[in-house]
């Protein structure tokens, strides 16, 4: 474990690990090997793998998350923020390519947060806060080809997030409860949906002006190129 991450001792809030070079090296590899196989999978018909133009929107998409997730409207103090819809722009991969792309997809950008921003207590901690959390926003694609789909697999990837950061919350970070006098699972309750709740309102306000409704649907016709 110690060449891949090294453990930081901190009284104050706990003991954790940083990664090592090595650490971030297979990280990486991992990344790319997940988008590897993302191009030979099948695409949203079920019979095509994924095209040029399918990995150029998805990589399109993953990089304005990853810079939008950087621009915190409300940054929680025990992790967690409010950004700028970071968190729409990976669930419109499911919504644009289906449920197997956009999972893959999701769970790339997992391991992206990781390498950018990691937080490690354990790896069971890192799996769930990271690539189970961020992956699940991949679920958006279970209703790719639904009326209304882009909002509902919005709110079915970001229910997939928040289950699990309730779960990291109440298993890993359940000791902080008691300063609030609050029960664990009342605390990551609390605590996670603030930040996430509040940044799925700000979302669904703005996939609900006309507008921008009609954009996204023309974006989507240019990512899965109908009518070229």
């Known amino acids: 474990m110690s060449f891949f991450a090294k453990e930081v001792v901190d009284q ?9 070079g090595a650490g971030y090296g297979v990280l990486v590899a991992v990344m790319l090997a997940i988008l590897l196989v993302a191009s030979f999978i099948s695409g949203k018909d079920g019979n095509k793998r994924f095209s040029t133009r399918q990995l150029v929107f998805s990589a399109m998409a993953m990089a304005l998350a990853m810079v939008t997730s950087m621009l915190k409207v409300v940054d929680m103090p025990m992790g967690g923020s409010v950004t700028f819809f970071s968190m729409l722009f990976i669930c419109l991969i499911g919504y644009w390519f289906g449920l197997r792309g956009g999972l893959m ?12 921003d990691p937080y490690i207590i354990s790896i069971p901690q890192m799996l769930t806060d990271y690539i189970f959390a961020f992956g699940a926003l991949g679920l958006s ?12 697999g919005y709110l079915l ?5 928040y289950f699990f950061t309730f779960l990291s919350g109440m298993i890993f970070f359940g000791s902080y409860a008691s300063a609030y006098n609050m029960a664990a699972p009342v ?8 930040y996430i709740g509040l940044e799925t309102l700000f979302t669904l306000v703005l996939i609900a002006i006309p507008p921008v409704n009609k954009g996204l649907a023309r974006v989507k016709v240019m990512a899965v190129g109908e009518g070229s």
């Open 12 to 20: 104050e809030w706990g003991n954790y690990f940083e990664l090592t």
């Open 105 to 116: 997809a999701a769970i790339a950008y997992g391991f992206l947060q990781l390498i950018v």
């Open 141 to 152: 694609g279970v209703f790719s080809n639904a009326k209304h789909g882009l909002i509902k």
């Open 157 to 161: 990837g970001v229910l997939g997030r």
């Open 187 to 194: 605390y990551s309750l609390v605590y996670n949906g603030a």
